[in-house]
C-alpha cells in the first residue's frame, strides 16, 4: 500500500534530516522532492500544490524546537498536513434512531462493490448487528449468485425477487421490500448492492437516484477503486454531483496503487473516506482513520490497527490462557499451531508487518513467503497429541514418519523442532527477567 509514495516522501524527508535546522533554502529543496513524489503517485495536481505550500509555511513558521530534530519537526508537519487531507477526523456510519439502518451501495462494475457489502456485513455481525443484504444488482444473474456464494460465507441473508426462477428486474422493488423484510424478521441493517456499470451511464445513475428517493437510506456509500487513480477521482466527482452521497469506500488498496485517489478525493469531493478494502478476503475490510493512514504513508506503522486486528482474535481470557501457559512453561507445539492460525486470521504477513513503524517501506520489494506457515502447519498436524505436548519424544523414526506425512524433509521437521526449543527458551529468559521486574529489552 502506497509503498512507492511512501520511499519518495521518506527520501525526501531525509535530505534534512541532516540538517541542523529548518530553513528557507533546505525546506524549498525538500517541498520540490515533495509535490514530485505526490505528482507521481497521481494525486490530483491543485491538491499537491496546496499540500506543500501548507506544509511549507508550518515549517518555516514553527520554532525550532531543540528536543527534535528539523527531520522529526517536518515529519510531524506532513503528518498533520497528510491527517487533514485524509479528511481529519475519522467518520463512522450514521446509525438510525429506529431500525433497520438503510445503506446503499453504489459504484461502477468491477470496483468491489458487491465485496464491499460482503465485508460490511461481517464487519457488522462482528459488532452484534444483524444485518440483510438486498439484491439490487438484478440485470446479471452471476451478480445475484456472486452477492450469496459471499453472503453465505459471512452468515448473512440476502433479499431477492424471484418469479419462476427468473430474477425480477426491478431494483427499487428489491430494495424496498427488502428494508420491509429487515423489519418483519428483526434484521436491523440493510445493505442494499446495486448495479454498476463500465462507466458512468445515466441509467445507473438514475436507478441509484430511484432507490435513494424510495427507500431513503440512511447512508449512501460510493466504492471506488484506489487502482484507477485521477480516474476514481474524476468518477467519484460525478457521482457525488448526481447522488450526493455521504462517504466513499477505497477498494483494493491493497494492490499496486499509487496513493492518488486516496491523497484526493476528500479534497476533491469533500466527502469523507469512511472504509478502506484492502484485499479479496472477506475480513480484509478497515474502518478509515485519516491519522492512521497519514503514519503508514509515512513509513510510521499502524499500532493501532495492528493492535485492533490482534484483539479481534484474542479476548482478555484467551489472553491470560496463554501468559499461564507460558509461565509455567506448559506452552507446547499444539499451543503454538492454534496462536499461527490466529496470527493468519489478522492478516497476511506482509499487510502485518507493513503496520509495524519503520517496517512498510522496507519490505515492499521482499517476496514474503505466505505459505511458509502452511508447511509448518502440515508439520504439526501430521504429529500425534502426545508428540505436540512431549516434543522431547520425538526420535529420528517419529522425525522420519513425521516428514513422510506432511510431505517434507526430516531436516524441516529437525528444523521445527529446534526453533520452537529456541522459543521456549527466549521465553523463559523474559519469563525470569519480568518476574525479577528487569526492564526487558526487546529492541535489538
Ligand atoms: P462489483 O462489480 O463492483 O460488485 O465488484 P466485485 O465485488 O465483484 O469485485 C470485482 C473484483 O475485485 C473481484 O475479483 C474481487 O475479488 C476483487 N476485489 C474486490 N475488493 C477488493 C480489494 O479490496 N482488494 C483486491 N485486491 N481485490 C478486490
Not at 487513480?229 to 477505497?250: C, H, M, P, S, W
Not at 491519522?291 to 513509513?299: K, N
Not at 521482499?366 to 522431547?392: C, N, V, Y
Not at 529437525?414 to 519469563?431: A, R
Amino acid at each position: 500500500m502506497f509503498e512507492g509514495l511512501s520511499q519518495k516522501l521518506e527520501g525526501a524527508l531525509q535530505s534534512v534530516t541532516g540538517q541542523g535546522r529548518i530553513d528557507e533554502v533546505n525546506v524549498a529543496e525538500t517541498m520540490r522532492e515533495i509535490r514530485r513524489a505526490l505528482l507521481n503517485a497521481d494525486v490530483n495536481y491543485q491538491v499537491a500544490k496546496e499540500f506543500t505550500a501548507n506544509v511549507k509555511e508550518a515549517a518555516t513558521g514553527e520554532d525550532v524546537l531543540t528536543s527534535v530534530t528539523p527531520g522529526e519537526q517536518l515529519t510531524k508537519i506532513m503528518h498533520d498536513e497528510l491527517t487533514r487531507v485524509l479528511g481529519g477526523e475519522h467518520e463512522g456510519i450514521e446509525m438510525a434512531e429506529t431500525p433497520p439502518t438503510v445503506i446503499l451501495v453504489a459504484g461502477l462494475q468491477g470496483s468491489g462493490k458487491t465485496t464491499f457489502c460482503a465485508k460490511l456485513a461481517r464487519h457488522f455481525r462482528k459488532e452484534g448487528h444483524a444485518p440483510l443484504l438486498a439484491a439490487s444488482d438484478v440485470y446479471r444473474p452471476a451478480a445475484v449468485d456472486q452477492l450469496k456464494t459471499l453472503a453465505d460465507q459471512v452468515n448473512a441473508p440476502v433479499y431477492s425477487i424471484e418469479d419462476d426462477g427468473e430474477i425480477v428486474e426491478d431494483a427499487v422493488r428489491v430494495a424496498n421490500e427488502a428494508v420491509t423484510e429487515a423489519q418483519n424478521t428483526a434484521r436491523d441493517i440493510v445493505i442494499i448492492d446495486t448495479a454498476g456499470r463500465m462507466h458512468i451511464d445515466e441509467a445507473m445513475m438514475q436507478e441509484v437516484e430511484d432507490i435513494k428517493t424510495t427507500v431513503a437510506p440512511n447512508e449512501t456509500l460510493f466504492v471506488v477503486d484506489s487502482m484507477t487513480g485521477q480516474d476514481a477521482v474524476n468518477t467519484a466527482k460525478e457521482f457525488n454531483e448526481r447522488i450526493d452521497y455521504d462517504g466513499v469506500v477505497l477498494s483494493k488498496l491493497d494492490g499496486d496503487t499509487r496513493g492518488g485517489a486516496a491523497l484526493s478525493i476528500r479534497t476533491v469531493v469533500n466527502k469523507p473516506i469512511k472504509f478502506a478494502s484492502t484485499g479479496e478476503k472477506l475480513d480484509a475490510l478497515t474502518p478509515f482513520y485519516p491519522d492512521r493512514m497519514a503514519q503508514r504513508i509515512l513509513g510510521m506503522g499502524d499500532v493501532v490497527s495492528f493492535v485492533e486486528r490482534a484483539q479481534e482474535q484474542y479476548d482478555e481470557q484467551e489472553a491470560e490462557r496463554l501468559q499461564e501457559k507460558i509461565r509455567s512453561e506448559e506452552f507446547d507445539l499444539q499451543d503454538f499451531y492454534d496462536q499461527l492460525q490466529r496470527i493468519q486470521k489478522m492478516g497476511s504477513i506482509k499487510e502485518l508487518m507493513g503496520m509495524i513503524p519503520g517496517v512498510g517501506n522496507k519490505i515492499s520489494d521482499l517476496d514474503i513467503d505466505e505459505e511458509a506457515f502452511t508447511h509448518i502447519e502440515a508439520i504439526i498436524q501430521s504429529m500425534t497429541p502426545e508428540e505436540r505436548a512431549h516434543p522431547d519424544i520425538l526420535n529420528g523414526t517419529r522425525r522420519r514418519r513425521i516428514a513422510r506425512g506432511s510431505g517434507n524433509e526430516v531436516r524441516d521437521v529437525n528444523q521445527l523442532v529446534s526453533q520452537f526449543e529456541e522459543m521456549k527458551d527466549m521465553m523463559k529468559t523474559m519469563q525470569k527477567m519480568t518476574s525479577k521486574g528487569q526492564d526487558v529489552d526487546i529492541s535489538s
